[in-house]
């Protein structure tokens, strides 16, 4: 600090030497031109004169300048006695004190957030004085019965094999809220959870469940760097209400689970690995190894029995980049057979108010997750395809290629057929792969949130059938005339694009079908409302009706 004051003295000398110089040019003639006797004296009483008022205007400057480094890190917290506590005339008296039972990552997290978030914080531990350089200046640490009894609203950042440990506190804490924080080692699925057991242990507080899904890297870094929702349960709404806005003012967006029954629910939120990816990405890798061990056959072994030379070396790139395409076409025709399975059934049943079956239902909601396993698989064949022509054997192949034509004696190879195959094809895919991108940036939450309903529902229905033809049309194009070739059934098995070609095509009939005019007019009606057993006829008010509407259920 006092490097500041040094420049400060010497920025107002310099400042007041040129107010009282009143001319530059002679400013710069004393310090440059040599000095007579005379007006060495001048100067050296002007220099007198500049250093008394630059002193004292520094000092006045220095005076009003705020030690910078005195400053507390958080605004209304200062030291007062060796004392840890907010000013009582900064304090706002809405504000709740929160309390922390535990010295654990997350302990020492959360209390930092909570301090940052303008919270006087009270830590109780077991040893106040081996915890307390483990927090910040700004929190008060000391034994759980002083937290317990200063506290509004405690948090229960103990494991919970060591709730009961806690239990001496029970007179403390009765009429205050308690959020616990804890999480299971596993899923639990029988019960009670961690939070009913802590509200069995302390029936006269009000137990809240939430915080547990957010990891102590979160809560320090805070919810730019990490999740941002919270989701809370508990029996109290007053409780729940005063966790909320703490919730808020921490930065996260809380999320009401409902009564403290839902906590197991919550509790095991941290447990569950992808479990919305689980199906789509089994059944990607199971269709990869099907046409895996299908091309596998056709490009590798079929000519190792036929002519006895082992083509191995295409198991690692052209094998793969067979299989890949394949993946992608079914992974996304997967995506738009239920929705055809789903309307399908309105039909039948002619209403919509009927729950679809739970497979069905699962399948619906894991949508996204198909589309985006296509797109992973797309884009993986569209890398595996531009490094074809950088291998040794494609470079082989084209040397003996080129040999042979020469030898042959063939000046042109020209083939219109197989340029314009070749064009057609390429571009196709080049299409199709620009459509799956969009779906695929469309889904994400960030722009999903900008598009309103029409929007999203046209890109990822109208476009994403586009998307569909164009890969089908992408996989037509590269079979061309191939499917006839008796060469290409080895085995008498059918090439891979055949096999592939099967679910893309039956889901483009499918909804052709339901474009058909007297289709699309019987579900529109469906999904607006209307059901095959209950119509409504009108009649004259003279007859046996009421006002004019008779109802001709069950007709």
Known sequence: MEHYRTAACLFFIYVQYILFSGDFKDLGTSFDAPLNSSSRENSIQVKKKVTKVGEHTASRFAEKMPDEMSRPLVPGWSESGGSRQLEASLSDPNTPTIGILGT????????????????????GSRSPARSVALFPEEVEVSSQMEAA??????????FPEHHSTLVTLKSALAGKTLVDVSNSLGINRDGPSNAEHLSNLFPDSFVVKGFNTLSAWTLQMGPRHGIRQVPLCGNSSKAKDLVKHICHRMGFIPVDMGFLSSSLEVENLPHHLFPSWRIPVLCMLCLFIFFYLYNFIQEVIHPLVKTGKGAFYKMPI????????????????LVYLPGLFAAFIQLQWGTKYKRFPDWLDRWLTARKQFGLCSFLCAVTHAVYSLSLPLRKS??????NMAY?????????????EE???MELYVSAGIMALGLLSLLAVTSLPSVANTLNWREFTFIQSSLGFCALVTATAHTLIFGWNRAFAAARYPFYLPPSFVLVLILPCFVLCGRLALLLPCVAARLWKIRRGWERSRQIRFALPGEDCRNGVEDVSNV
């Open 318 to 333: 052209e094998v793969v980049n067979a299989s890949l395409p394949s993946v992608a076409l079914v992974m996304l025709a």
């Open 404 to 416: 042979q034509q020469v030898k042959a004696g063939v000046e042109d190879s020209w083939n219109d």
């Open 104 to 123: 654990g990552d997350f302990s020492r997290s959360l209390a930092r957030r909570l301090v940052a978030s303008g919270y006087q914080v009270v830590v």
């Open 394 to 399: 494609a470079r082989y192949k084209l040397s």
């Open 149 to 158: 009894t200063q506290a509004d609203v405690v948090f229960v950042a103990v």
């Open 419 to 421: 340029v314009w195959r």
